[in-house]
């Protein structure tokens, strides 16, 4: 049994590696003669969700949704609004940065712009342990070394600079920066999205490899629903800074119940022409609604194909619906 | 590659892909090591510009170095030749005191490139800090110092420098601080800039996802990826300070003599510009081809540098 099958029969028994509680961030907008705050960004309005040992939660939604702001929460590398992110029980706000740092890291979404074009890669991975441990990079050779080959490159790299790689090789030193300090969560924001498709599947493949040997949490950002399908134990979906669904893959994926995953879902082509005829699907209609006055009650209503005088004014808590899994949350007043 | 992500595969498959891409050949394959200095080094080479510009600085460094060991003492003063035409004892002349001009011009530039050098590695440094703590901290550190800054551009420079020197006194270092604390402004824009733009990307937030701490951030993250256009200001600084230096030894409130300075030299020559204009000639020259050996160098490099990375 792998790690991966442990982490999602514990998933109700055991205290989950990192939970967050109603968190919101809001970012104020500046305006007027005196730069006075006139308006707030709801970039994430009340979020709650948690990562078990060695299992990996996707979180998708549209440009905008708030899921890279949520991550970024998550890491403290924005401060909640309100609201609050435990590691393994424990309040990040109130945790000294070294030691958040040490057990939560990031992987980012752009792999020419997440490495230092000064430094060599060598240098690059042997900063976590200079940062942490205190090691000078002469003292580390043999850990970056083999950092550089758990992620499939060769220990001869570590002289070379960021620019003499391909942007699927410069991920997989982003991915061997985050493991340099042994982490228990990692939250990867959007990893693959920035590389061609043929190199997508080397690091994906990569990164679960990794989470088998070492059995970290992930906290997989994507927009791309196959790439999350494939990679996820349990998927979150978000619109307008909300958290609308979130279950175990196979529910959302084959038992979506909010109209909005529905929509998202059916817009996924389907590679086998006769099914891909049948496939019925839902043209949203309209635009995201602007995150600075987000709709009353429930925040999708103005797209929606379902929306009632209730879904105006009372906001729809998460909640499971009969007969579904216990894990399978959605927040609709008529869900499908 | 095998390891095709299908959206009809649930994870079992995974398992069986992984294998196929753990080990792929393909990301060992990385192209020849070339550093950004030799790329630079190379663009350089082409602009010829650029290259007589520095055989230029390296000419005058050499004279700087070495030519004080070949002439006179530029303060020993003949008792009975004054004002007199090159000859071949004496090949830029010797000037109303009755000392030799070319001890005076050789000494002049040694004199001048130091104090152009260690103004500019003064003013360089001043520059970077308040450019840097300024760009990272931005809010009312930034308002603060770059008003600051406007207001001391908004004055002409030689008068702030003369306001300076007046109160820092004469001599040497009172120039070199002078030239320092006027100097810096440009610099300090131009780091301030870089680091408003390079604190927002992605590696620098990498770094502090990391847990790096902001001095290392702003020393090993940033300052380095804004430092091409402050080699720039250096090379360009360096004739700039050398420049101002001969004006405020001409004024009379820099270099006292018997000193030799260029400035101070010209100064001297202006009385005699109809009977000897080879007093003038000479000390003029050596300021001129100085201060134009460093604007093309400075020109050369914002060339040679001023390509996107990569």
Redesign the interface.
Known sequence: MTV?DEAVDAATTTAPVMSAVDVVKEFPVHGGVFGRTIAKVHAVSGVSMSVHRGETLGIVGESGCGKSTFGRVV?R?LTATAGRVELGGEDTATMP??Q???RA??V???PY???????TIGEVLS??YL??QGKKQKEVVDEVGELLQTV???PE?R???P???SG??RQ?I?IA?ALA?DPEVIVLDEPVSALDV?I???V???L??LQDERGMAYLFIAHD???V???S?RVAVMYLGKNVEIGP??EIYNRPRHPYTYALLSA?P???PKKEKERRRIVLTGEVPSPIDPPSGCRFRTRCWKATDECTTDEPPLRVVAGDDPGHLVACHHPE | MNGRIDADTESGAGSAAIAGASLDSSLLDVGPSRSLFQDAWRRFKRNKLAMFGLFLVGFLVIVAIVGPFLVDDPTKLSKTVFREPPTNQHPFGVDHRGADVLARVVHGIRLSMFIGFIATVLQTVIGIFIGAVAGWYGRWVDTISMRFVDIMLGIPYIILAYAFITVLGRGVPAVILTLALTAWLQTARTVRAGFIQVKELEYVEAARALGVGSVRIMVRHILPNVFQPVVVLMAVGVGAAILSEAALSFLGVGIQPPEPSLGLMINDARSFLGSDPYLLFFPGLAIVLTVLGFLLVGDGLRDALDVKDN
Do not use: C, W
Not at chain 1, 113 to 119: F, G, H, I, K, V
């Open positions: 991966t890491l590398l940065n070294k958040l740092r040490r890291q990031m980012f979404q752009d712009a997440s490495l230092n074009p000064r430094m900063e976590p940062v942490h499939g490159l060769s790299h002289s070379r600079y620019h003499e790689f699927g090789q997989r982003g920066r300090v043929s997508q599947a080397g994906v493949n990569l679960e490899r629903l196959s790439v399908r494939h990679i134990d893959k196979s996924v389907i590679p086998d």
